[in-house]
């Protein structure tokens, strides 16, 4: 007897190939996943550094203003609208306040 049906074909993947797509996967997700995060730290990093050196900026237009150095834990510099009209802003990094070194008058700390 002589059937007119067609031969089936499998159209899916086998087990083999299926284990091998997810063990490549794996293997570009453990090499990009740290990159990727590092770059989220790096960029944290660098907007420390920034804010860091525009307070110190603010901190020498304020001297030149008042004729006063700026209270070490920033809370009057920060009050004064033309200096932060949006407040300081905290580390990125580790979420701590900037304050001022007492004698030199510089952002202390942040060495990330």
Avoid at 11 to 34: D, K, N, Q, R, Y
Avoid at 75 to 93: K, L, Q, T
Wanted: hydrophobic share 40%; with cysteine; charged share 20%.
């Amino acid at each position: 007897m002589c059937s007119d049906r067609p031969a089936k074909h499998s159209s899916g993947f086998t087990l083999i190939e299926v284990l091998t797509a997810v063990a490549l996967a794996g293997v570009v997700v453990l090499v990009v996943l740290p990159r990727v995060a590092n770059i989220g730290t790096d960029a944290r990093k660098q907007t420390c550094y920034t804010l860091k050196g525009n307070i110190d900026v603010q901190v020498q237009l304020w001297f030149r203003e008042k004729a006063a150095w700026p209270a070490s834990d920033l809370n009057d510099i920060a009050a004064d609208g033309a200096h932060f009209p949006e407040g300081i802003s905290r580390c990125p990094v580790d979420r701590t306040a900037y304050t001022l070194d007492a004698t030199t008058h510089r952002v202390q700390g942040h060495v990330h």
